[in-house]
T-cell receptor, first 118, second 108 residues
Framework: GAVVSQHPSWVICKSGTSVKIECRSL??????MFWYRQFPKQSLMLMAT?????????EQGVEKDKFLINHASLTLSTLTVTSAHPEDSSFYIC??????????????FGDGTRLSIL | EDQVTQSPEALRLQEGESSSLNCSYT??????LFWYRQDPGKGPEFLFT???AGEEKEKERLKATLTKKESFLHITAPKPEDSATYLC?????????FGAGTTVTVRA
């Protein structure tokens, strides 16, 4: 149980284009989803937290107009990197928790998306 | 400021050579400590949750323990398939903080 699917797993695109990443909870209702960024040999850095049906809460230093997050249903959240540039190249990972257990339950992660901007 | 420090950064073991990984933390109001395993190019895979000092959890060759200041992940008689980066994360009232991880390599 508690499976999170992330798509695509790898994307390469030209500078200036927008890229959408999907995160789906396959066997539970994800009341809260999280988006992280991870640089090589570094830990996960939280970018934003989204609750179904409401606006995402962004961490300090994360541009909300650059990284658009939509959590329109209990099983799907999307992250759109708008007008992507080479410095946006990174490994993006989503995670989700369900309604039982509150914020103290473990997050379940997708397999990440490797984004490379040329 | 909440901090989570993992040591060592890297650990190379011979198959069957048991060892321990450390996760030390300074948080106010610990709500839970989580251990994850992360394989290259993949997202973290949940292993354990520990909520209070003295608590222990086991899964196959892995055993996690918790004190008031740190947690240990013991790997008993590791196999090559245990090679991965192990992350700990600490849940405080307002946020979840991750350590940088310990990369374990087990040689046959």
């Amino acid at each position: 149980g508690a499976v999170v699917s992330q798509h695509p797993s790898w994307v390469i695109c030209k500078s200036g284009t927008s890229v959408k990443i999907e995160c789906r909870s396959l066997d539970f209702q994800a009341t809260t989803m999280f988006w992280y960024r991870q640089f090589p040999k570094q830990s996960l850095m939280l970018m934003a937290t989204s609750n179904e049906g409401s606006k995402a809460t962004y961490e300090q230093g994360v541009e909300k107009d650059k990284f658009l997050i939509n959590h329109a249903s209990l099983t799907l959240s999307t992250l759109t990197v708008t007008s992507a540039h080479p410095e946006d190249s990174s490994f993006y990972i989503c995670s989700a928790i369900g309604p039982v257990g509150g914020a103290n339950q473990p997050q379940h992660f997708g397999d990440g998306t490797r984004l490379s901007i040329l | 400021e909440d901090q989570v420090t993992q040591s060592p950064e890297a650990l190379r073991l011979q198959e069957g050579e048991s060892s321990s990984l450390n996760c030390s933390y300074t948080v106010s109001g610990l709500r839970g400590l989580f251990w994850y395993r992360q394989d290259p190019g993949k997202g973290p895979e949940f292993l354990f949750t520990l909520y209070s000092a003295g608590e222990e959890k086991e899964k196959e060759r892995l055993k996690a323990t918790l004190t008031k200041k740190e947690s240990f992940l013991h790997i008993t008689a590791p196999k090559p398939e245990d090679s991965a980066t192990y992350l700990c994360a600490v849940q405080a009232p307002s946020e979840l903080s991750f350590g940088a991880g310990t990369t374990v390599t087990v040689r046959a």
